[in-house]
């Protein structure tokens, strides 16, 4: 039979083609995923600046598996103690902080420089070009490429934004260019220490070995040196990790949304894989008839088409393979260019996402073969003879039984989004629930299209005539081809719907909790890097100010406490936590939180305001202790001094600005929130803060509640990701609904030409396919529409409890006139070229 396979695709070359285009972009995908997997898994960065050090110490950049929001960095002290090792040449501290290059005139400042200590100078292996190295306070050495891009030199003075204000230095020196060291200027150690608010404290200290020293004995020693500490030995393309710590949790990003992003592609390919093989199982009823009649088993059809099906697999998968390693390359690329990853990760894929890739696309393939021809084997000659006319059996037994499993797989998602799941969570279980309510509509699409057809048949019929009629008997007559033609294009607007408005209800959500909770008339930012924490105290101070905040974003961990009869050795449980830093004084003026227990006035110190999911019942209570994890690693003990009712699934804790600030990487404030006393015009309040900017810290920006309001939403990086994703799946769709109606018209060839025969025109096969092209576009937009519904209700209801689907109306009719516009040029253009050729040639070789 495999023999008759490869014979059998020299004459049916256009139904195969489909099968192998569906198959290619979905290895291609899934190849692409795969690769970005195991890029997201090797965590390659490799180093730039400190390349030239085979050792990097540096603080430990994960808690409990999740890399830390803050930079977690080392006692400085132990660059002597290692650069005492046999095995060390020397240790260099490295302190590395951000700046602004502020114009002389009223242009915009350069931001996104970087300022280093001089000790580490050598590590980037660029030699001094001019002048001489930074030996006093004040004094500067930049790197080349940035020197000519600022337009200054040795003797000139530059003007910094940094640590909150200004300081002027004199270049005394420049760099010639060296890796990773485009934005770099370096000052004397201890003017890095005090710039950078560092004291005492290292991001990463470089250990360059002693004569005839391996890196491996080096690390071994530098290792048994810190034991007993939080730092980490890093050697290899690891010790990118000490320069681009945001690497990391880049890469823990990458890999669950590989992960994800896959899964959904296995589930979507065998879903476009299966249809396009269904189709043309159903379009070869009577050649396998033939094959029955004269004594093929059902074994051994099933191994034909099983056999055809594997040899365009093995061709489409193996021409995927490049593209696949590209594609995941360039969506590697676009999502270090949206700030999902950092762009210092390294492309590492290797042949495993090949093979992984290339088994999965096979295997989908496979099976979905083996299910398409199950009827055409089993079914006796004389009935698959009749039925190849006109196919009107398609309900099973197995078939029945997927699809009660995939309905009830979606109602019982349904169910969990909606009661179980709160906030964003929602997410998770939502698009596994669009591709089962697809699904068990999928299989259930003869039947749903026969009673939907007859409801829709009269306005078509008085809507278009004879054309119609002719169209809607076809459909009645070809359903089960119909519903296959329909499945796509369900595929399509259910899952573009759900996808796009999950991730604008997901935006506005986010957004609006975050601006519910606030309700100052104006907020002071910066146009450089942040503010300087004393400016708080400047604003209240204002007559026209009735309350002023900090408000610093972060990240926590509340350390759960073993219960009494736990085993000591156990790790405790862990809940991650989204914080603000705000201020004692200006807390209640500013924020709409009503405390049930405590106030914002006692938030001084180590302590924390925590929403009532944590407190009472759920945990711990007000006056109690609690182990907190801070942004940087810190672990400490703080008091939990109130506690407020929160919106499920966006809880927030509250902790003072200046414990937040201590454990950032900066210690600038990028927020103030004001609150006007009462009576004052928000213009005059404006206009007061303005004027602080006369004699106060450059880059000062003052904004009223709206711009507030609009800058509430910081889900920009999730956002990306669900496009990226939502496009990518929704391309793979509409290649499978132009695949499917492509190779549906074309099957028709015989049936034109007979038609042409008994006096049809051109023009009128024409307008009957147009009608039936409109009808299969309104079958699949209504069972799409529902899709969608039955996933985005339920998705609503657990994110903010609304289930009425949030974002624009024009997304929803975006999707729906593309499958509408889509639908009929995909159906009409192949009739046409089926009807260039005179009926007689069709009916000789058909």
Known sequence: MFGLALQTLRFRKGGFAASFVALFFGATILVACGSLLETGVHSAVPPRRLAAAPVVVTGEQTFDGDALPERSRVDAGLARKLAALPEADRALPDVSFPASALPDGDGAPERGLTGHGWSSAELSGAPLADGAAPRAQGET???????????????????????????????????????????????????????????????????????????????????????????????????????????????????????????????????????????????????????????????????????????????????????????????????????????????????????????????????????????????????????????????????????????????????????????????????????????????????????????????????SGFPGRLAMDNAKARRVRLAGAVTPVVLVTGLATALLYMQTGQAEASKNAEAALIRADAVVTSSVDGLDPALVDRVSALPEVFAATAYTAGEAFIVQPLPADEDPDEEPDTVELTVRGVSAKGAAGTLTPRLTEGSFERLRGDTVVLPTSLTGDAGQHVGDTVQMVLGDGTRLPVKVVGSYEAQPGFEIAFLPSELVLAHTDTGLVPQILVSGEQGTDTRALLAALRGLAQDGPPGLVVADRATLEDSADDNATSTWINYLLAGTIIGYAVISLVNTLIVAAAERRREFALQRLVGASQGQIMRMMTVESVLVALLGTLLGTFVALATLAPFGIGLDGSWIPRGPVWIYLSVIGFAVLLTPAATLLPTRAALRDRPAEVLAVA
Not at 145 to 170: F, K
Not at 334 to 354: H, K
Not at 415 to 436: E, H, I, K, R, Y
């Open 141 to 463: 050495a930049l790197d080349r490429r940035l020197a000519d891009r600022l337009g200054v030199g040795t003797g000139d003075r530059l003007t910094l934004a940094v640590g909150g204000g200004s300081a002027q230095l004199r270049v005394t020196g420049v760099l010639r260019p060296a890796t990773g060291a485009d934005a770099s200027f370096y000052v004397t150690d201890a003017e890095a220490a005090r710039l950078g608010g560092i004291q005492g404290q290292a991001d990463a200290i470089a250990v360059l070995p002693a004569e005839g020293a391996s890196t491996a004995e080096l690390a071994d020693a530098v290792g048994k040196a810190l034991a007993g500490t939080q730092a980490r030995t890093l050697t290899g393309d690891a010790r990118g990790e000490a320069e681009f710590p945001d690497a990391l949790a880049a890469s823990t990003r990458l890999i669950s949304m590989s992960a994800v992003f896959g899964g959904l592609a296995v589930m979507v390919s065998v879903f476009v894989v299966g249809s396009t093989l269904a189709l043309l199982v159903q379009q070869r009823l009577r050649e396998m008839a033939m094959l029955r009649a004269i004594g093929s088993l059902p074994g051994q059809i099933r191994r034909m088409v099983v056999g055809e099906t594997l040899v365009i697999a093995a061709g489409a998968t193996l021409l995927a393979l490049v593209p696949g390693w590209f594609a995941g390359r360039w969506m590697l690329g676009l999502l270090a260019d949206g700030g999902v990853v950092s762009p210092e990760i390294a492309y590492r894929a290797g042949w495993v996402p090949m093979v992984v890739g290339a088994g999965a696309s096979a295997a989908a393939a496979i099976a979905a073969a083996f299910i398409a021809s199950r009827r055409a084997a089993l079914a006796r000659p004389s009935d698959a003879l009749a039925e190849s006319a006109v196919q009107s059996r398609w309900l099973s037994v197995p078939r029945l039984l997927f699809a009660l499993l995939c309905l009830g797989g979606g109602t019982a998602l349904a169910l969990v989004t909606a009661l179980v799941m709160d906030g964003p969570l929602a997410a998770a279980t939502s698009g596994p629930a669009a591709m089962l309510w697809a699904g068990g509509i999928a299989l259930l699409s003869p039947g749903i299209t026969r009673v939907l057809t007859a409801l829709l048949q009269w306005p078509l019929r008085a809507l």
